[in-house]
């Protein structure tokens, strides 16, 4: 994943899968900001959805990840956009069945 730190510098980080956990509208600002996305149709279809832009993506990985709380929000990225990590080992404790 081709990406850039807080300076501008260039980053390459190594990935087996790429989740974009973004709204409709955000994903479309993406798609028209970037040649490479706007190359493949799939990604261009995107302009067409309308609706609420919210988005629950539940993630599995490949090791446990301590955060620091069962709700971590997050905040800062741009005016307008947001998010909420939550632990649903943590929330769920014991009562936690993985699919």
């Known amino acids: 994943v081709k990406c850039s730190d807080d300076r501008g510098d260039s980053l390459l980080l190594e990935a ?3 989740v974009f ?3 409709a509208s955000a994903l479309n600002a993406m798609v028209r900001n970037s040649a490479e996305l706007a190359q493949f149709e799939e990604f ?3 302009a067409n959805l309308r609706g609420t832009s919210v988005l629950a ?3 599995f990985l490949d090791r446990n990840v301590t955060t620091p709380y069962t709700a971590n929000a997050c905040w800062g990225f741009d005016n307008g956009v947001g998010m909420t990590f939550f632990n649903i ?3 769920h404790g ?3 069945v993985e699919d």
Request: proline letters at 0%; hydrophobic letters at 40%.
């Open 16 to 18: 087996d899968e790429v």
């Open 94 to 96: 014991d009562n936690f």
């Open 57 to 59: 993506t539940r993630l």
């Open 21 to 23: 956990a973004v709204g």
């Open 44 to 46: 261009r279809r995107f």
């Open 89 to 91: 080992k943590g929330l």
